[in-house]
């Protein structure tokens, strides 16, 4: 996900530039697939205009997995919050790594075990 500030029809600007040109031909020429729906994500206040501005690009493989929606508030912001939810109920969390206490860890054994000999 992104901040691209590229304009293309393609995923909801009125408008198109060399830019939005340049992140079209990315995703044909990597295959890559854009979850954006015609949702805007961008107010410009001094024109009252709306646009999309900020992108989700993911490899075909994810784009099946996730549901991609925008906020309904600006919450204090020029842009909608952008949410990606995961629609795979088989797709499991990695568990928060333990803490360590590193004062109590043998260091001279860590040193000698990590010595990597020619």
Known sequence: M?????HNPIWGNVDFNVKG???????EEHQLCLLN???????????????T???????PSLAIK????????????DRFPIMLSCSDEDVTYPERPKR???NKADWTLFSQMAL???
Request: aromatic share 18%.
């Open 100 to 102: 360590y206490i590193f």
């Open 21 to 27: 040109q340049q992140v079209e031909a990315l995703l």
């Open 66 to 77: 996730w549901d991609f929606s925008v906020a309904d508030g600006l919450q204090n912001s």
């Open 2 to 6: 992104g901040d691209f500030n590229e």
């Open 53 to 59: 501005l900020d992108l989700a690009i993911c490899s």
């Open 116 to 118: 990597i000999s020619k």
């Open 37 to 51: 729906d015609d949702s805007f994500t961008y107010f410009h206040i001094p024109s009252r205009t709306f646009h």
